[in-house]
């Protein structure tokens, strides 16, 4: 990919993901002159449980601009939640505005409802396997949106051995915490390294600017609108 240096001097950090799709990189790059990447974020719910990371990064496909600076790697984003990010994350968690818009969100956003379940074969709730769109139905129900979670609950549920009902209320939990603690991340670094947060994501991008707007964060935060791809 050959892209012309821009004039600006502005400096982007990607979100909520580790790896961008290329016409959406191509795009940043005519308006930033550094885009910066988080590695894939492996949180740690629980020293017994959590999720897996993926080891790739956006430098492994374009090392040429590793090397002249355009693109910034390496962020860690692992293992457990500190204390504040914990707080920041359960704050979402109360929000209604932004629980809503997560629920909207799932029902009506495919690429977000990808990006938090496979559901495209047989999905594995718990210790049964169920087929995808019967797991769906089931996660859409719209008495997850009247359910209290917080960070604690989620570890708790996920310390016990759930019957199926249950197991949905935990796979739901982990998806609202983990989309919301990545946003925190997002909020950290752009603060630490005086970045603007950029995604291609409608939903992540609504769900930040509420959080932003709910807890006073002064943030740039941009959307960058996906068409034809």
Not at 124 to 150: F, I, K, N
Not at 201 to 227: P, Y
Request: glycine share 4%; hydrophobic share 40%.
């Amino acid at each position: 990919m050959t892209v012309p240096m821009p004039a600006s001097a502005r400096r982007a950090l990607y979100y909520p993901f580790h790896l961008c799709h290329e016409q959406t990189l191509a795009r940043l790059l005519e308006d930033y002159h550094t885009i910066h990447f988080r590695d894939y974020m492996a949180l740690q719910l629980t020293p017994m449980s959590g999720t897996m990371a993926y080891q790739d990064r956006m430098g492994q496909y374009h090392p040429e601009m590793i090397e002249t600076g355009r693109i910034v790697q390496g962020y860690s984003v692992n293992g457990p939640l500190d204390t504040d990010a914990v707080s920041a994350v359960d704050r979402d968690l109360a929000d209604t505005t932004w629980r809503a818009a997560f629920h909207d969100g799932l029902k009506n956003n495919r690429r977000f409802q990808r990006g938090l379940f496979d559901l495209s074969h047989s999905f594995a709730v718990g210790s049964s396997t169920v087929p995808g769109p019967a797991a769906l139905l089931r996660l859409l129900e719209e008495t997850h949106l009247a359910q209290a979670c917080s960070v604690e609950q989620a570890q708790a549920l996920s310390r016990r051995r759930l019957a199926l009902d249950e197991s949905y209320i935990y796979e739901y939990a982990l998806a609202l915490v983990k989309t919301s603690a990545a946003l925190v991340y997002t909020v950290r670094l752009c603060r630490q390294h005086t970045l603007e947060a950029v995604t291609d994501s409608e939903v992540h991008f609504r769900l930040l600017e509420r959080t932003c707007s709910r807890d006073g964060i002064l943030l740039q935060n941009k959307r960058i609108v996906r068409e034809g791809y």
